[in-house]
DNA sequence: TTGACAATTGAACAGTTGTTCAATTATAAT
DNA sequence: ATTATAATTGAACAACTGTTCAATTGTCAA
């Protein structure tokens, strides 16, 4: 289970243990920081930045992006796996398009932030 | 400047000439996708949990993570340079506490993005 | 069927990240 | 002054990440 430990003794036992039972649990916190390090690229940030605006193909992305197909191929399915985007095959491209409203209310709490 | 570059043609010109505009600057880019990487980590975002309900100093977070003083301090200390946390000296101890409100209204959209 | 194009894939590579360990700084108590 | 404790630091290490390159799959048009 844990495999971690202190090397020291609590200052204030009555804090840590006043807080402890606040704490998430293990699962739901390496659920949210793999949601935090998708989202943690600028290339990704890019790519649902701009299907905001528009679904698109993966060359017209990768056009816009200046980055080889294959790059944006590699970086959709990273978004595809987490949920965020979603694929749909039209005769001979796949256009991509956002899967989820969360991402855009949270790109915009984290703009506020960065731009304060 | 730009050093990557496309290996292809645009499938749709006009969608991607439509969008290029609404692009953010790189600048902009690097400072949200740098954020996002902070948060990106379990540990920092049990240290930014944690301190939501206490200011609390390095020892007492060692011992509720279950963690050395060391790598929390190394955490704390990528947290401060982000200005997520500040850190105050108190007698024999340094606590720390909070420094942005953008920062739970940011994990609590996150949440309810992870738990739907 | 053949050829061209769109997209995906896997291996490889360099660059980055998080924890450990040992050493160090700084404060408080004796 | 000396000792003990709190916290920081830097080097080292393994693990992970993003792009490139080459090969492959699947679809359309001729």
């Given at each position: ?42 290339t990704r940030?890019?790519l ?23 790059a944006v191929?590699h970086q959709l399915?990273v978004l ?37």
């Open positions: 289970m844990e495999n971690k430990r202190t090397d020291c003794e609590a200052i204030n036992i009555d804090i840590v243990e006043k807080v402890r039972p606040k704490m998430p649990e293990m699962n739901l916190l390496y659920e949210l920081s793999d949601f935090f390090k998708v989202m943690g690229d600028s940030i890019q649902l930045w701009a299907l905001e605006e528009s679904e698109m193909c993966v060359g017209d992305l990768a056009v816009l992006l200046n980055m080889t197909k294959s191929s399915k595809r796996v987490a949920k965020l985007v979603r694929a749909e095959k039209k005769g001979k491209n796949v256009y991509y398009s956002l899967n989820d409203h969360h991402v855009k209310l949270i790109l915009e709490k984290a703009l506020e932030h960065v731009c304060e």
